[in-house]
């Protein structure tokens, strides 16, 4: 595995999607295996596979597929059934978002050391009374001590952006603490539906465009605004007949190069829930093929 030499800078001109990206045409789409949190991890794989996949991204959390607590039991052998199945595990999805869980190390070890290399961090709240200086201060150490954690373990961190009081809402926050940091050990797994949200017309965009250097991995949702009571909330919704503009992320995206993982995320509650995957994989595959055959 190619890595800088001990007194050599890092790269920060050239994205990375993981420690050692696969060499790909066009985007890997993985099923988010929380779609299906009902079917257990040993009868996944052959269900996703079925449904035209090529990869999972994989829950690890209390309550996703695989418990952090129990990692040393579940962990390699859900790696080896997805594996079993014919698919690939780019990337596991965490809440990871402070070293001092005695379940870090566990997963990120058995993750990186099983080859999988990237990892989606959990979300860093803003918190009421801390001012954002100082909380962006608090969240750089608590980042730079996982990345200690996970360059040991050969795995590279994802930060999400989420809209809402959290870190890296608009991007723009993230990246004052991303910036300095070597990009092959940390990206974005960027959502253009939380991009939107918070950004509106024309922030999604703008920060997109940020983001787009350090991609690392892409999630699919879709959402509209919906009254409820005195509130507005995100309603999502399957892809297309939501507020993203597919057509010019596919195409900004496609343009920068980007051939990492896609992860379809479908949490708006459908009944049906395989009729529903369906639906929208075969939405993102149309768009995918059409942006990156140009």
Known sequence: MQQNPPDSQPDRTVARFGRSAPKRNIPMLCMYSQNMIRVPYPQLGDIVAQLGFEGVDLSVWIGGHVDPRVTNVDLVRAFESMRGSGLEVPMVSTNINTPMDQTVYPVLYLT?????????????????????????????????????????????????????????????????????????????????????????????????????PRLKAISLQDFYWKKDGDNWIMQKCPLGEGMVDWQKFFSLAAASGFTGPISLHVEYGPQNVLGAVTKDLEFARAHIQKAWSR
């Not at 996982?146 to 795995?155: G, T, V």
């Not at 797994?189 to 939380?194: G, N, Q, R, S």
């Open 112 to 212: 990186g050391h099983s080859q999988v290399p990237l990892f989606r961090l959990g979300y860093w709240p803003y918190n009421d009374g801390v001012p954002i200086e100082q909380r962006l201060f608090q969240v750089r150490i608590e980042l730079q001590q996982l990345l200690s954690l996970a360059q040991r373990c050969d795995i590279a961190a994802m930060f999400p952006n989420r809209a809402g009081p959290f870190v890296g809402n608009s991007v723009w926050d993230a990246q004052t603490i991303l910036g300095p940091l070597d990009p092959q050990m940390i990206g974005y797994y960027f959502d253009p539906a939380e991009a939107t949200a918070e950004g509106g017309l024309g922030g999604w965009e703008a920060a997109l465009r940020l983001a787009l």
